[in-house]
């Protein structure tokens, strides 16, 4: 009996042990899921795309002719660089920087993956570009009050889940007198020429007419958490070139314009694109927002 006793207190022993254990691995996953918020899901997902990130027409430069519209758009809202200091917030592997680069300004690139910094740190050594890149958070800088004269995002501000605290943040490493320039659109609603060029795709392509379109494209994954995460930043809508106006005004931006005029950008890019998907892009909701911030 006494063996038969210490055989059951053994397996009621182990039985509570394992239990405890897995209350243990629960609590930890708990803390885990709470410490990792919607921040974290965006990082981790610009780093999973790294790799192929600049194999999109719209993310890396394709051809001259677009990098001269690039250029166009940046002159005609910054001005010349004359050396002045320029942030790249979001920098990804460095497209936005390289653009800046080209035209004389003294560039720093802060991006949170840090798969991205290495491509983009990679990239500016293979070209013999004196780019500073440094891991940080755009809506959370640790750059000094002051630091900048010129920010530049491209395709940011739809990512993000605070944007008043992001623009807080960007006004104040402003320079006195510094610009911001936001690239951005609203990635979410179609408009009904766009609507209108989906039908007609799909219309062409059942008939035969048009093939499927070719070209890279997010993995089913990858895709599935882009769109779980556009559900869930501030911007799930779609960042209309007003409201993100009216928000930079309400930080404290002074004498803001919206540009919509990236009309060669879009048909440059629209080259390296499916047939439809490079129509597509000339009529979505795209623009250009420049602001100052103002004068001690």
Do not use: C
């Not at 799909?202 to 895709?223: C, H, M, N, T």
């Amino acid at each position: 009996m006494r063996a038969v006793f210490e055989f059951m207190t053994w397996i009621v022993n182990i039985y509570l042990l394992e239990g405890f254990e897995a209350d243990g691995d629960r609590r930890d996953e708990m803390a885990t899921g709470a410490n990792y918020g919607l921040r974290d899901e965006i990082r981790d997902f610009w780093s999973e795309r790294a790799a192929s990130f600049d194999e999109f027409p719209g993310h890396e430069i394709f051809s001259e002719r677009e990098r001269r519209a690039w250029h166009a758009l940046i002159e005609r809202h910054l001005g010349e660089a004359g050396g002045r200091s320029a942030l790249d917030l979001a920098s990804g592997t460095g497209v936005v920087s390289h653009l800046l680069d080209d035209l004389g300004f003294r560039v720093t690139g802060l991006d949170w993956s840090e798969a991205m910094l290495e491509r983009a740190a990679s990239k500016a050594a293979s070209r013999d570009r004196r780019i500073t890149f440094r891991l940080g958070d755009a809506e959370r800088i640790i750059e000094a009050d002051g630091s900048f004269d010129v920010v530049v995002t491209r395709h940011l501000v739809w990512t993000l889940v605070d944007p008043a605290a992001a623009f807080a943040e960007w006004l104040r490493v402003l320079k006195p007198g510094g610009t911001l320039l936001v690239i951005d659109g609203d990635f979410v609603s179609q408009g009904p020429l766009e609507r209108l060029i989906a039908r007609l795709e799909r219309f062409a392509q059942r008939r035969g007419v048009l093939a499927a379109a070719s070209g890279p494209a997010l993995p089913g994954d990858l895709a599935a958490r882009h769109r779980s995460i556009l559900s869930r930043v501030h911007f799930k809508d779609g960042a209309r070139a007003g409201d993100v106006a009216q928000m930079l005004t309400d930080a404290g931006f002074a004498d803001i314009t919206i540009d919509r005029r990236l009309g060669p950008i879009h048909r440059a890019q629209a080259r390296a694109m499916p047939l439809t998907k490079g129509l597509a892009r000339q009529v979505q909701h795209r623009y250009a927002i420049r602001a100052i911030k103002p004068s001690d």
